[in-house]
């Protein structure tokens, strides 16, 4: 089966438990509006590729893993939402969940999501404790305190930000549970896998301050054209305020797109040797295309 | 070392680790805010006394679910609190969450929290790997969808609600967490453990029903003196707005405590054999008289 349908088959499982017999509808509603349909599932794929790069020794794990990560980041989308954060109206083309349901709702949706996401993980846990118990443990440190997306978001609060700290956290935290939990699913060793999983998450970084301004979503990144591109990526937000440095502001917008593409390069050089290395760089390389389809002459991964 | 202590110093470490360095510190503030100093630790207190019932051999283990236990517990009491649910301005006698910090701080104190939860088990786990997958299973059962906390909150917002199913989740899920997860803890089965939760879950129940309206917490009822007792327990809100049949409205309050005390009998009466059932038939009967203590001659437990 391919990897999208396997993971879209996991995440649809999760769902169809958490709303089972008995659940209240409207929560029920909302936790299907918040993951389905999803965008591109990036970081679940991402896991997956991982996993069988590794030469995946249970898929039951791997589906198990990679539904649980996307739960935990579209629960991060729809707490991000809320109108104390971003305030936003629409997500994925449609009503953010609290717009389509309620605020009290989209809290709910939210926690719910981020419970699921763990419980999927128990339930594959019975043929293999022990590898689901480290899998739990990798998604909890990349999601929560101190280091996960909770603080990366937490940093915003803060007067005075460390950047490092707050980008590796809120944008690298996934991503390196990508890599490292695709690698322990399959009974590999999880620490060789962070740099990869880091590299990517720095890639999206600055191919966020590449996109262009119209409210394209960060997590929908199909083709970017260079004609389209802002001086500034973004309009003034939360990242102008606090400061964030732009890859497109300090480097402008083919330095930018020399560094995204540098980028790459060094994710694919830090794949470690794995059965199959060849056909994860090849995925990565597509990613890449895909980030800058537009800029042939200077993608050089 | 006293039950009391070992549930503060497995709290305190947590605490520790999500605040530790690199943390940021608003965020990490929230969090001991949210949990410090706690209530009566009732939820931790149950499984701890259930699991010494059992013949605890894993202290470590019990420690780490009690403490993701009332962890769990007190991230639910920072979103309820949210300006979208309760509003509260003050928990257990000090600002709330969103008042002390501010609105998106509280919905990522309370993510965190949950996450951190998990966490906890996960570090725990190293040394019997299935049983802390379980305890993790049992957690996210009774926290998530359908039928955990985050159901029963969801059910407020239902227009027709499954009062059965509400009660159950609102407040029973946490207690037969306890009892199952103690149980689970010192190796035995948690099946057997599910009445005496929920028993307790339905006493606690009554008792918020009978508690004077005084804005005493529930989670610190400490008296109950038939003087102060109003006829309808609770002023106008959540409760009856959506019609939950109130103990006292139905039963007056001599029909609401002769209820409480037949609940806390039958709690008693459904203890599984373990080596400790003495003594925890003791425990449960001491916090009987906790809640009802000016009633000696109804209390027949």
């Given at each position: 089966m391919p990897i999208s349908q396997r993971i879209e088959a996991a995440?649809?499982?999760?769902?169809?438990?958490?709303?089972?017999?008995?659940?209240?509808?409207?929560?029920?509603?909302?936790?299907?509006?918040?993951?389905?349909?999803?965008?591109?599932?990036?970081?679940?794929?991402?896991?997956?590729?991982?996993?069988?790069?590794?030469g995946e020794d249970r898929p039951a794990l791997s589906d198990a893993a990679a539904?649980?990560?996307?739960?935990?980041?579209?629960?991060?989308?729809?707490?991000?939402?809320?109108p104390c954060?971003?305030?936003?109206?629409?997500?994925?083309?449609?009503?953010?969940?609290?717009?389509?349901?309620?605020?009290?709702?989209?809290?709910?949706?939210?926690?719910?999501?981020?419970?699921?996401a763990f419980d999927v993980?128990?339930?594959?846990?019975?043929?293999?404790?022990?590898?689901?118990?480290?899998?739990?443990?990798?998604?909890?440190?990349q999601t929560g305190m101190p280091h996960g997306i909770c603080a990366g978001q937490g940093w915003e609060s803060e007067a005075k930000i460390?950047?490092?700290?707050?980008?590796?956290?809120?944008?690298g935290a996934l991503f390196v549970a990508a890599t490292q939990m695709g690698a322990v699913a399959a009974g590999h060793e999880p620490e060789p896998w962070r740099d990869l999983g880091a590299l990517i998450g720095e890639a999206f970084q600055v191919a966020d301050d590449l996109r262009p301004d119209d409210g394209a979503l960060y997590d929908q990144l199909i083709e970017i054209d260079l004609d389209q591109l802002k001086p500034l990526g973004k309009p003034?937000?939360?990242?102008?305020?606090?400061?964030?440095?732009?890859?497109v502001a300090e480097l402008g917008v083919e330095g930018a797109v020399a560094r995204l593409s540098d980028i790459l390069a060094g994710a694919i050089a830090s794949i470690p040797s794995c059965p199959g290395e060849a056909a994860l760089?090849?995925?990565?390389?597509?990613?890449?295309?895909?980030?800058?389809p537009k800029l042939p002459a200077r993608i050089r991964v």
């Open positions: 995440i649809g499982a999760a769902l169809a438990h958490a709303s089972g017999a008995g659940a209240p509808r409207l929560l029920a509603g909302s936790l299907g509006h918040a993951v389905l349909p999803g965008g591109a599932r990036i970081r679940p794929t991402i896991l997956m590729s991982v996993a069988r790069a590794c539904a649980a990560l996307e739960l935990i980041h579209c629960a991060s989308l729809v707490h991000d939402d809320l954060f971003d305030d936003a109206d629409t997500r994925r083309g449609k009503p953010s969940v609290h717009r389509a349901y309620s605020e009290p709702l989209a809290v709910l949706a939210g926690d719910s999501l981020i419970v699921l993980l128990t339930r594959a846990g019975e043929e293999d404790a022990g590898r689901a118990l480290r899998l739990m443990g990798l998604l909890a440190r460390d950047l490092a700290a707050y980008h590796r956290a809120k944008t003034v937000g939360q990242d102008d305020l606090h400061g964030r440095p732009n890859a760089a090849a995925m990565v390389r597509a990613q890449a295309e895909r980030i800058v």
